[in-house]
């Protein structure tokens, strides 16, 4: 699952900054924002994505879940890659963003390096541009679709813990509260499910969904709305007490690949011929 990213990456993300005028906070965004001075980036930052996923498959989901973390709180700027200070609890190490797998932090690391070290593009692109550029591309290596990707963005200089409080969506949400908190974002039910769509590469860990296979309610053990058979195999990959750093695919049926299976498991999670 990759661990957690320990080097100083608000020295490997900021410089894009310093050699900016302070009066350059926000543009427009432009598929070819950086044709004159680093025309192959998005070739660059495809073949490291490329190689970490040859690597380990988590870079798919983890860069898709770091981009969604960091563009929630306070727009998509990579104040998620910000490391804490003595005096200042950043963003990263908030307990909603304590699950981030290291391979997601990695991708863009790696990818800003390479990007570094192309003559005339040091210090030229910034770390909220190559994780934008980066999860496209995990989504497009992974089977999904490729699209343009719009650049320009500015690395954000301030992240707090406390401006990631109520910004993630909690896992126990219902439908109506998931609804109104995609609102409050400017997004509708159409979008929400749209960006649901990440999960057909995503993986929950056990003590996420515990009380839905152990501890439903009062009278139910397991929540009716699951397959037994799913259930089942659920209990045996998370079986009581089970370490919570244990994960399971979101989807059992075709996981690595980045396609519509996941929406038609929630359509047919009570066909026990599905988990077949």
Partial sequence: MGGRVLVPLWSVCVGFWLILHPGLASGALSTNYYANVCPKVESIVREVVKTKI???FVTIPATLRLFFHDCIVQGCDASIMIQSREDNTAEKDHPD???????GFDTVIKA??????????????????ILAMATRDVISLSGGPSYRVELGRLDGLVSTSSSVYGKIPKPNFNLDQLTSFFNALGLNRMDMIALSAAHTVGFSHCDQFANRIYNFSRNRKVDPALSRKYAAELQSMCPIDVDPRIAVDMDPVTHKIFDNQYYKNLQLSNEPSLWA
Avoid at 97 to 103: K, R
Avoid at 112 to 127: H, I, L, Y
């Fill in 97 to 103: 963003n304590l699950s981030l797998a290291g391979d």
């Fill in 54 to 56: 040859d690597q380990t």
């Fill in 112 to 129: 800003k390096a390479a990007v570094d070290e192309v003559p005339g593009c040091k210090n030229k692109v910034s770390c909220a541009d």
